[in-house]
Each structure stands twice: as structure tokens, then as C-alpha cells.
């Protein structure tokens, strides 16, 4: 079993992202499941989502506390004094939601795979000022190789139909394609 923890702020569509990545690996006949825990519920407060992945059923229901995987939707939370690095596996990845390269994140020793990309520019200038989530599944899928890209762009269709959904599905081909992969 793989666990993941997702780290963002409210209104990045972090919640929604973990039940798309969920939803993607059950269509590839896998197990999995979503966990989100709200905070302050209110649009820019910190969120936190948990995950997990598995080829057997799941019976655990609780937080994830020793991570396979970090999601950073917004980097912004290291200011509010979030450990990334906290529990984290020895065979951790992250995907991280930012301009700087994996090296300027100082993180390299903590993380055996690091994908960076700024998911907030490349969603403003393909779709405009909405959630980064379609562009951060895209990274996730192609530094975590957790699920295939046209699996979640049909999960992408179905979450959000009609051109909404494929704008969405061209954000999240372009965050596969953009995101700068670091492995140790």
C-alpha cells in the first residue's frame, strides 16, 4: 500500500484532486481511497487531504502519518509552519505546485523523486483564475506513475463534462508535459 498526504490551501481544489486520483486508480483496477480533513473551511485556510493506493482491499479509515507522498498545491504552507518532511518514508516523492527547481527547494535529501512546475501559471494561462488541480494530477501522474494520463483525463471528463472538462484535460496534459522531474 502507497499513502499520500496533500497540502494546500482552501479553494486550490486539493480535495477534489485526491478524489480524482482515487477515482483514476479504481478505473485501473486498483484500491484506493480519500481522506479529506477540513480545517477552518473557509478559501485560503490550510487543507489537508490523505490518500492511499493499493493492489488488496484497504480496511485502514484513519490519516496518513508515514507518507509515500507528498502533494504541495501551495509551498505557502511551510510558512505556516507545516513539516513536508514529517513521517516521510525513505522512498518519498513530492510534487510541489512551484517556480523553484527541486534544488532551490532544499528538499533533495529528504525525497528520492521531486516534480516541479508552477501549476498556477500554466492554469491561468490556459484556462484562467481557477483551481491548479487539473495541472497538479498531470505532475502527479508523471512523476509518481501512479496511474495512466489518459485514465485521468477520462476521470477529468467525467468530474467535469463538456469544455469545461476539456479545458481541464489540456491543463492536465500540459502538467504532465511541464513538470521538471528530479530523481536521486
Avoid: H
Amino acid at each position: 500500500m502507497k499513502e499520500f498526504k496533500f497540502y494546500g490551501r482552501g479553494g486550490q481544489g486539493i480535495v477534489t484532486a485526491s478524489k480524482m486520483m482515487v477515482a483514476a486508480v479504481v478505473k485501473e483496477e486498483r484500491y484506493a481511497q480519500a481522506v479529506p480533513s477540513f480545517g477552518q473551511e473557509r478559501k485560503g485556510a490550510p487543507v489537508f487531504t490523505f490518500a492511499r493506493v493499493s493492489n488488496n482491499p484497504i480496511d485502514l479509515k484513519s490519516f496518513v502519518y508515514k507518507p509515500n507522498g507528498i502533494i504541495v498545491f501551495d509551498l505557502f504552507v511551510r510558512e505556516l509552519g507545516i513539516n513536508l518532511k514529517e513521517g516521510l518514508k525513505s522512498d518519498a516523492v513530492l510534487v510541489a505546485n512551484t517556480p523553484l527547481s527541486p534544488e532551490e527547494m532544499e528538499l533533495t535529501e529528504d525525497f528520492i523523486k521531486i516534480g516541479c512546475l508552477d501549476a498556477f501559471d500554466i492554469t491561468e494561462n490556459l484556462i484562467g483564475t481557477v483551481p491548479p488541480n487539473a495541472v497538479m494530477l498531470g505532475a502527479m501522474c508523471r512523476t509518481m506513475e501512479l496511474f495512466e494520463l489518459a485514465t485521468i483525463c477520462n476521470v477529468i471528463r467525467e468530474f467535469m463534462p463538456g469544455k469545461r472538462g476539456e479545458l481541464n484535460v489540456e491543463a492536465c496534459k500540459c502538467g504532465y508535459n511541464s513538470v521538471q522531474v528530479w530523481e536521486r
